[in-house]
């Protein structure tokens, strides 16, 4: 079983910057692959950024590209999500997910472990 904490969420102004971090414990951190998601009010969960195991290949929706970063730090056991250029339509909660394997996964349906979510709001 694996458990994982998001921290960092919080409130800032558009343009404006944010990390979030995602602490795992239970399992061996290098042998999990890690992706963000979020979901604001009233929509589906969706996929933000996902990272294979060594942090090598990285992957992110069009809609981020550019702007946001994902990384880990295996021997911190804990993933980040680094978020510039924010805009209003960022706004959500931000969930981490993992899942066993060393590639990167980009559907919500191949993870099986989520955090508890934090809130990022930007606003205009």
């Known amino acids: 079983q694996v458990q994982l904490v998001e921290s960092g969420g919080g409130l800032v102004h558009t343009a404006g910057s944010l990390s979030v971090s995602c602490a795992a414990s239970?399992?061996?951190?290098?042998?999990?692959?890690m992706g963000w998601f979020r979901q604001a009010p009233g929509k589906e969960r969706d996929f933000v950024a996902a990272?294979?195991?060594?942090?090598?290949?990285?992957y992110y929706a069009d809609s981020v590209k550019g702007r946001f970063t994902i990384s880990r730090d295996n021997a911190k056991n804990t993933a980040y999500l680094q978020m510039n250029s924010l805009k209003p339509e960022d706004t959500a909660v931000y969930y981490c997910a993992a899942r066993s394997g060393t590639r990167y996964y980009t559907e919500r349906s191949s993870y099986h472990y989520w955090g508890q979510g934090t809130q990022v709001t930007v606003s205009s």
């Open positions: 990272i294979n195991w060594s942090g090598g290949i990285t």
């Open positions: 239970g399992r061996t951190f290098s042998g999990l692959a």
